[in-house]
C-alpha cells in the first residue's frame, strides 16, 4: 500500500478534529514527550462537553483540561502520576490507578477499560503510508489499536522509531498537522549524594550485565561510571540522555542479551533534542510496548539483569514505597515490581532498591522504622535484595527482620542512626 501524495490535504484544525469527542467518552491521551498538547487544548476549550474520562500514563507539558474550571466536564484518570497531575489528584478532581505498567495494555486490549477515542501524536508517514509513535509506545500501542475512533496530531518533528511502533495512516481517524519541538526533560546536574550513590552501584554492575534503569540523577550518575564496562545490554522501560555517552563510548553492544540481542530494546523515552535525535531512525534501538518490555518473563530470560529503581521510603523490614508520600499519590508502580522480579529470577541478576538517605533537607530519613500511615507498598520485603544509599550498599535477600534491619540501618545516614536503633529495639522486643 503506498501514500496517496495528497494526504496532507485531508489535514484539519485541532479544534475540528476534537469535534469527534462525544460527553461521556473514555478517551486515551499519548504521554510523556509525545503528549499531544495542541489536541488537548483544544480540547479544553469544547466547553459543551460532561463528562469525558482521560485515561493517561505520565503526561508532559501544561494540561488545561485538569484546571478547577473543567471540574465535571474532563476527569483525568491517572495510570502513572507526574508532576502535573499531582495536585489534581491531591485535591480530587483527578483519579490514580495503582496498577503493573505491564499490565495496562492488555486494560486496553481486554476492554476492561473501553476506549472510545485515542488522542495520539505521530511521526509522518513514510512512503508506504506508516507513523510511527515516535518515544512513547508504551501503553499508546494497545490504546491505538482499541479505541473506536483515533485523532492524531502529526509532528514534523517527531522522530521516526524502530520496533513495533508503526500506525499506518488509514488507522487514524482524522489528524492535524504541526511542526514543534517535543516536551524536553532536560538532565539535571548531578548532586554529590547522587554521584555517591551512583559510585557504588557501577561498583556492583558487573561485564556483560543486561540493565534497567529510570530517569534522574541516580540513574545518570550510574551509567556516567560504567564507560569501562564490557558488553552492556539494555533491556529497560525507559531511558534518557544518560545512556548516550555509554553507547557512544562502546560499553553497550547487547551482545550477551538472549532477548532482542543486539539491540537497545525500552517502551519509552523522555529527555532532550539530543535524546530524540539519537532514537530517530535508529535501528539499534527497538520501541517496543510495556507489556513485553515489562514482562518477567522475557525479562528473567536475558543474563545477569541489574534493575534499578528509586524509593521514596524503605522501612526496617524492607517494604519499598515508591508511589505516595503518605496517602499522598507521588508518581505510581510503574514497572518497578516487573523488573525487580524479573532481575532476582535472571542467572545472574539482581534488582537495586537506590534513594539517598535523607529527604526534606536532611531532616528527614528515608530509612525508617515503619512506612507513614497511607503510604504505599510498591516492592514487598519480599521481593526486595540491594538497597543503596551514598552510605553504602546491603543486600537483604535471605536475611532475618533483625538483619535486614541492622543492615538498612547501617546506611541510613549517621544521624538518625541511634533513633533507628531504638525503634528496632521497640518493634521487635530487642534487648
Request: with cysteine.
Amino acid at each position: 500500500m503506498t501514500l496517496d501524495p495528497a494526504w496532507r490535504d485531508r489535514a484539519e484544525s485541532p479544534d475540528d478534529l476534537v469535534r469527534r469527542v462525544k460527553s461521556g467518552d473514555r478517551v486515551f491521551l499519548h504521554g510523556a514527550c509525545a503528549t499531544p498538547t495542541p489536541l488537548i487544548d483544544a480540547l479544553a476549550r469544547r466547553g459543551d462537553l460532561t463528562d469525558v474520562s482521560l485515561y493517561h500514563l505520565h503526561l508532559a507539558g501544561p494540561l488545561a483540561v485538569t484546571e478547577p474550571e473543567h471540574e465535571g466536564r474532563f476527569r483525568a484518570i491517572s495510570l502513572f502520576t507526574g508532576a502535573n497531575m499531582r495536585k489534581p489528584v491531591l485535591e480530587g478532581r483527578a483519579d490514580f490507578v495503582p496498577v503493573f505498567l505491564s499490565d495496562i495494555p492488555g486494560l486496553f486490549t481486554n476492554r476492561r477499560i473501553p476506549l472510545d477515542v485515542a488522542v495520539i501524536q505521530l511521526s509522518p508517514p513514510d512512503k508506504h503510508g506508516y507513523c510511527t509513535l515516535g518515544p512513547s509506545v508504551d501503553t499508546a500501542l494497545a490504546a491505538t489499536c482499541s479505541a473506536t475512533i483515533v485523532l492524531a496530531e502529526i509532528n514534523e518533528q517527531m522522530p521516526r522509531t524502530h520496533g513495533p511502533s508503526a500506525v499506518h495512516i488509514s488507522k487514524v481517524t482524522a489528524f492535524t498537522l504541526t511542526n514543534r519541538p517535543l516536551h524536553e526533560h532536560e538532565p539535571a546536574v548531578l548532586t554529590d549524594v547522587e554521584t555517591r550513590i551512583g559510585e557504588i552501584i557501577a561498583g556492583l554492575v558487573p561485564n556483560g550485565a543486561t540493565l534497567q534503569m529510570g530517569i534522574g540523577g541516580i540513574p545518570d550518575a550510574v551509567l556516567a561510571r560504567l564507560h569501562d564496562h564490557q558488553d552492556l545490554g539494555i533491556h529497560t522501560e525507559m531511558f534518557s540522555d544518560g545512556l548516550i555517552d555509554l553507547v557512544h563510548a562502546g560499553a553497550v553492544t547487547n551482545a550477551r542479551k538472549k532477548v532482542h540481542a543486539r539491540r537497545i530494546v525500552t517502551s519509552f523515552v523522555s529527555g532532550s533534542r539530543r535524546l530524540f535525535d539519537f532514537v530517530d531512525d535508529n535501528p539499534i534501538i527497538e520501541f517496543h510496548p510495556c507489556d513485553r518490555t515489562n514482562d518477567t518473563a522475557l525479562i528473567r530470560k536475558n543474563p545477569r539483569v541489574v534493575a534499578i529503581n528509586s524509593a521514596i521510603e524503605v522501612d526496617l523490614s524492607g517494604q519499598v514505597c515508591a508511589d505516595s508520600i503518605g496517602h499522598r499519590i507521588f508518581s505510581g508502580i510503574g514497572g518497578q515490581m516487573d523488573f525487580i522480579r524479573g532481575a532476582a529470577l535472571s542467572e545472574g541478576g539482581f534488582p537495586i532498591i537506590a534513594l539517598p538517605s535523607t529527604a526534606a533537607g536532611g531532616k528527614v530519613s528515608r530509612i525508617t522504622a515503619e512506612l507513614k500511615s497511607g503510604a504505599g507498598v510498591v516492592t514487598t520485603r519480599g521481593h526486595v535484595h540491594w538497597v543503596v544509599t551514598e552510605f553504602g550498599a546491603v543486600d537483604l535477600h535471605g536475611k532475618t527482620l533483625r538483619e535486614r534491619a541492622e543492615a538498612l540501618i547501617s546506611i541510613a545516614h549517621p544521624d538518625f542512626r541511634a533513633d533507628l536503633k531504638k525503634d528496632l529495639a521497640r518493634i521487635r522486643n530487642y534487648v
